[in-house]
């Protein structure tokens, strides 16, 4: 694969899961060649929030045309190729790349795989081992618990409060994986922060500012606002933010995603409290005929706060709503039609064997409404 070069480039390579392993677009060496590496450093060091800076110390005979570095986050199956600055003189080489994580938006917390990639005039290519780094907010000392499938980080925790945190995360783990019942399931990472200030230190520009906490299901990471001892914000956070990851696992394949409205929906039911407003705030729409369609609510949820939180709401109770009228294998239903790459509207006809705008006025019948008509357009 030819590759136009630039200052500055940022590539990214789809590669089938076998060649994760022996990547095609690497010229392979010649008998002939003499060109070789030998590494004597490769380090990474985090300089959150606005970059990672790696850095190659190696001896190499052989006149070197280019250097590249290429990382993976976490089990996605992208590489990122980015450029490096290198110098060589005689047998040594240095080289250096700096992966702006501000402009092209790498979550914290995420581990990183990475190696160089040295090609020779000759076009003889080297790549070295891969090392793992994570992309680590370092304005905080961090503790870990590990517990089945996940590990938990905080600071400035008691024992006892994070004895409590990890009984919760590991039901909710359990729980959800028996509900949605994914195929496999991949470690899951759960990073605390004390406060919302704290956390927005984290996100990326133009990010919501009421949001208290963030799930990466491709990346299996998960970013919420704990304050000190709070065991309710413990018991709403956790179990919503795990059903994102669990229910991402479950669901996955090449062609669709679970609508916002269910994928929310079942991570407020999952809530541990935190959700006993939400039937007023609806009934409150629903009178007023602001009532949203679950069709608006597919691809997004409303930037606007107090949108944002009637979308949750309505989520909530029609997912409650399926699971009390249909029952657990409903959800099981829904997420096995997701899992083989059907359409929107094909999951709700397969899963429930009605169309949308009939699982909406069920809903609504139940909920106390005569007609569709309540929906805002």
Known sequence: MLISRARWVRLSLILLA??????TWVTVASAQSNDTVAVDSSTAESNFPSDMTFALSASAQGKIAHVDLVYQQASLATLELLPADFSQDGDGLTATAKADFATYYVPVGVDLTYHWVITFADE???????????????RFTWNMRQGTGIEVYSYDRSDKFMDFVMETANKAVQDMIALYNPPKTLPIRIWLYESGKDFAGTQAANSQEWAAGAAYP?????????????KSEV?????????????????INPYNAPATWIDEGLAVVAQIGGKSHY??????????????????????????????????GESYLVMQFILDQYGPNSIQAIIAAYRQGNSQDDVIQKALGMSYEELEQAWLNQFGNSGIDRLAA
Not at 124 to 138: A, F, P, Q, R, Y
Not at 218 to 230: M, Y
Not at 235 to 251: C, D, F, G, K, M
Not at 285 to 306: C, H, K, M, Q, V
């Open 124 to 138: 003889t290519v080297k790549e070295t081992d891969s090392s793992v780094v994570t992309w680590i907010d370092n």
């Open 218 to 230: 491709s990346l299996q990471v998960i970013l919420a606002v704990i304050p000190k001892n709070s």
């Open 18 to 23: 076998s060649a994760l392993l022996c990547p």
């Open 235 to 251: 018991n709403r956070v956790l179990p919503h933010e795990i059903s994102h990851q669990i229910l991402s696992q479950a669901t």
């Open 279 to 312: 039937e007023d705030d609806v009934r409150q729409a629903y009178d007023n005929g602001e009532l949203l369609s679950l069709r608006s609510l597919i691809s997004s949820f409303p930037y606007d706060p107090s949108q944002a939180s009637l979308a949750y």
